[in-house]
């Protein structure tokens, strides 16, 4: 019983995390995996965080003119968590993220039934000038 309170042990397992990350290439959308440390906890903490990449009329005309990209992100997604998996993705660090928040919406099923379609994140990334985020 007194093995199951001990401190020692518990810290020494926390400490054995393996630093890895990888990147998936699935139907032309990348997402990023990784894992760290408990000590890093401001690093990516092993979630994928970038869902697809938002391609919308919207999302297209901010591209253009301000060199804005959209993604979809999870919900327990933040700025910094985003920043990182961007600049560990394309390798572009992004000058500023914004995260907004994408609304559930009711809809109207083939067989005339209700349904909700559910909501989510989004966040703009803002890019420098001469940076680029290219899309497979």
Request: aromatic share 6%.
């Amino acid at each position: 019983m007194s093995a199951l309170f001990n401190k020692k042990e518990k810290d020494k397992n926390i400490e054995k995390v393996v630093e890895a990350t990888e990147v998936v290439d699935i139907d032309s959308v990348a997402v990023v995996k990784a894992s760290k440390t408990k000590s890093e906890s401001a690093s990516l903490r092993g979630k994928t965080f970038i869902i697809k990449p938002r391609i919308t009329e919207k999302a297209t005309d901010l591209q253009m003119s301000n060199n804005v990209y959209t993604f979809d992100v999870t919900d327990s997604a933040n700025k910094k968590e985003v920043g990182k998996a961007i600049h560990t993705l394309y390798g572009v660090t992004p000058e500023k993220v914004r995260i907004v928040p994408v609304p559930s919406k009711s809809i109207r099923t083939k067989k005339g039934g209700k349904g909700v379609k559910s909501g989510g994140k989004k966040a703009y990334i803002y890019l420098r000038k001469g940076d680029i985020i290219e899309f497979v």
